[in-house]
């Protein structure tokens, strides 16, 4: 047969870059970056070029598997569906609909077809309990958009004089266009023309090469930094007084706080030199535009809500909210996941409703780490059983040795995955999931469809698994469609699109933002304004104004526990070639990182006796891992950094899901305690 090839999208992570795959006899000859997509310009990252050997990676799942005396045994699809459906009609007619949780992936979220027939079959069954990654990635910046601005702003890096990167580190993780080699050009780009750099970071990630100024917090107090700046800008008359009295509510309120952070005290708790403080404020305040790129490295802790508040409120007083090259809002299209009318709402709220009520509701979903304490609260659990659906809360959950407590007190589990993953080991029932190189399915960052290059076999597509389990428990009427373009169109119809239009756009479609529409008609807050004292967080009884909270358990908050774990813990810093768990079974991924590596300074390595290459056993409260140690100038020495998603260094065993952030529920996996010895 002749070669052709096939436009699409590369579904392995959420940045969903533009791909050209050549085929031949149903199967992949290679892959290419598509130069007309219209984010990602013809890049991939070294992930999105190994595809192929995901795809036809010999350990993927082939058929559905179901758990024999411990033993994995090849079923068909339709007795390992009639195992599901059967067991999720007995959990329902014995302890309720809500006795069944689903937990999803970050990635997973992008699959807009997939998510709706999830979210079509969860309302069908009855149950509100849906978590997801969510609970541990990007709420804190919704919800600290939404309570000072109504609204989600962005970096407009591009258009930037001044940029700070804040706990981020494209070079890894990418997010500007793309993937992180896309990501690297534009930003080594900009710092050509002249652009200025400010990189935050208790570490030194390669996007520190740009900075002109590297601050190095303690983690977890990147709050208290942004309120020293801000001091700055107050007492040195440095802010936008115009901007901040036509645009902002709460000013005088703020400045009243920020008197309570004198530049000695924020010296103290943040470790970062006085002088540095200024210097990074005058630069900031001095080159505009300037816009704040911000990260994980301010999510994961228990005060981030707040933080990511003071960097917008940083961001509002210097005049830098919804103008080109500030921070400013995107017009996402929006496919609307409505349910079918005749659906009732489940009974009752998803989980962490009561603890964390303002992420509930939200993004109407349980918080994925009070469902765990529930579920180990007590004897009755109140959930029995669960299905994982491209998601790994082994090793991605915090606390990983209590959700697998909780995991074995589940009366059933299914997976759905392309691999056999940790998390599949507690499971009754696998199913094989499609690669994306093997489906179709529609994102929206831009609008884009993935075009299948090859058939799958036993494989099926994500969307395909809910439908055909749906049926089977007896819900054909809300899975009518007769393929995928049926259900495409029902899904585009809500933004006026549909699949024929998107077949002719292979390069997406994205709507343009125009900067200065919020300024101009308002904000959609309270007042109207950019909230810098918030009505929101005040009517939910939280601060309204960023005040600075300690980490939760840190040597500051918890002396005692800081006695015997003296060290501070940042976990998860990217790595191109892996997305989180994946990819270490992937050899052409693997060699370029084969194994896990403790970053500890020189002189915290000395006092632990250790050298660079040794085997260090690091500790918490909670558990302990041991991995080789790389002593490294470029970490503080009160600090260790541990990476995530290794199966056999798991950090996760080390992290607490019990200590979170009041608002948003998000644990402290970038600010925690631990000791490091000599193995
Ligand atoms: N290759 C690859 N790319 C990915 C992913 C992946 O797994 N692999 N995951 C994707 C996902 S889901 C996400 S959420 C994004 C994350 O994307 P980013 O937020 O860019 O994540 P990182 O590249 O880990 O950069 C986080 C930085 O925060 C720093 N940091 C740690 N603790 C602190 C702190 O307390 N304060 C400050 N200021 N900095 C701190 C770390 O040292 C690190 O350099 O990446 C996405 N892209
Ligand atoms: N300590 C620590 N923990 C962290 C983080 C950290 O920085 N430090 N980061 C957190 C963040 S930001 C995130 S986003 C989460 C990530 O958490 P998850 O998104 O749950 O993590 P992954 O490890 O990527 O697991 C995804 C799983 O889905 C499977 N999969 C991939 N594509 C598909 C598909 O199309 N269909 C199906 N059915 N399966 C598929 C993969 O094989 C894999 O097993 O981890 C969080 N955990
Ligand atoms: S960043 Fe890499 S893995 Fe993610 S979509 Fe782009 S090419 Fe694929
Ligand atoms: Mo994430």
């Known amino acids: 047969m002749m070669e052709t090839v096939v436009t699409t999208y590369c579904g392995i992570c959420e940045k969903t870059c533009g791909m050209q795959v050549t085929v031949k006899d149903n199967a992949v000859q290679k892959v290419e970056g598509f130069k007309e997509h219209l984010r990602s310009r013809g890049d991939l990252c070294v992930k999105g070029r190994a595809a192929k050997d995901i795809l036809y990676a010999p350990d993927r799942l082939k058929t559905p598997l179901k758990k024999v005396d411990g033993k994995w045994i090849a079923v068909s699809w339709d007795e390992a569906l009639g195992i599901i459906s059967r067991k999720l009609a007995a959990v329902k007619a014995q302890y309720g609909a809500n006795s069944l949780a ?11 077809v997939a998510m709706f027939s999830m979210k079509r079959f969860l309302s069908r069954y009855g149950t509100a309990n849906l978590c997801s990654a969510a609970s541990e990635c990007f709420i804190p910046q919704l919800l600290s958009g939404i309570t000072t601005f109504g609204s989600l702003p962005m970096a407009d890096v591009k258009n930037s004089r001044c940029v700070i990167i804040w706990g981020a580190n494209p070079f890894a993780s990418g997010s500007l266009e793309g993937c992180n080699t896309r990501s690297m050009r534009l930003l080594k780009e900009l710092k050509e023309k002249g652009v200025r750099f400010i990189v935050v970071d208790p570490r030194t990630p390669d996007v520190a090469q740009l900075a002109d100024i590297h601050l190095q917090p303690r983690p977890g107090t990147d709050g208290a930094l942004a309120l020293g700046m801000m001091r700055v800008l107050v007492d040195e008359n440095l802010y936008d007084r115009d901007y901040v009295e036509k645009h902002t509510a709460g000013f005088d309120r703020l400045k009243e706080m920020l008197r309570d952070y004198d530049l000695e005290k924020i010296e103290k708790i943040t470790m970062v030199p006085r002088s540095a403080i200024e210097q990074a404020a005058r630069l900031f305040a001095a080159v505009k535009p300037a816009s704040i790129m911000n990260g994980n490295g301010l999510e994961h802790h228990t005060n981030t809500v707040q933080t990511i508040r003071a960097l917008s409120i940083l961001l509002s007083i210097t005049g830098n909210i919804d103008v080109l090259g500030g921070n400013t809002f995107l017009s996402p299209i929006f496919l609307s996941m409505e349910d079918a009318e005749d659906i009732p709402a489940p009974a009752g709220s998803p989980i962490g409703m009561e603890e964390h009520p303002m992420f509930v509701s939200m993004i109407n979903q349980a918080q994925a780490l009070v469902v765990i304490e529930k579920m180990l609260a007590t004897d009755e659990s109140p959930i029995k059983a669960m299905i994982v659906a491209g998601g790994a809360p082994i090793p991605e959950l915090a606390n990983t040795g209590r959700v697998k407590e909780a995991f074995q007190k589940l009366e059933f589990m299914a997976v759905i995955d392309q691999f056999l993953t940790e998390t599949a080991e507690y499971a ?16 929206t960052m831009p609008l884009n469809l993935q075009n299948r290059a090859v058939d799958g076999g036993q494989c099926w597509p994500d969307w395909k698994i809910w439908w055909e389990l749906g049926k089977r428990m007896g819900y054909e009427k809300h899975f009518p469609w007769s393929g995928f373009a049926e259900a495409a169109d029902l899904l585009l119809q ?18 343009k933002a125009v900067p200065g529409k919020f300024l101009e008609n308002g904000f959609y807050t309270f007042s109207g304004k950019i909230e810098l004292y918030s009505q929101s967080l005040a009517s939910n009884g939280y601060d309204p104004l960023p005040v600075y909270r300690e980490p939760m358990e840190s040597i500051v908050s918890t002396p005692g526990v800081a006695r015997e774990y003296p060290l501070t813990m940042t976990t998860g810093a990217r790595q191109p070639m892996y997305l989180h768990s994946q990819h270490r079974n992937i050899p052409s991924l693997n060699k370029l990182l084969p194994a896990p590596w403790l970053e500890i300074n020189p002189q915290t390595a000395r006092e632990c006796g250790i050298y660079d290459g040794d085997t260090a056993i690091v500790e918490s409260p909670r558990g302990s891992i041991s991995m080789k140690a790389r002593v490294t100038e470029g ?10 998603g290794w199966r056999h260094a798991d950090c996760n065993l080390l992290t607490d899901h019990a200590q979170r952030d009041p608002i948003s ?9 631990c000791r490091v010895r000599k193995a």
């Open 102 to 112: 689903v937990y999803h992936g970050q990635t997973y979220l992008k699959n807009c």
């Open 635 to 644: 970490i503080l020495p009160e600090v260790v950094h541990l990476p995530h």
């Open 494 to 511: 809500s933004a006026g699109y549909s699949y024929e239009e998107l077949k002719k756009h292979p390069e997406g479609i994205m709507e």
């Open 665 to 673: 529920g998000f644990p402290g996996l970038k600010s925690s305690l």
């Open 428 to 443: 009754d029932v696998v199913l094989p999931a499609a690669f994306f190189l093997e489906r179709d399915e529609i994102a």
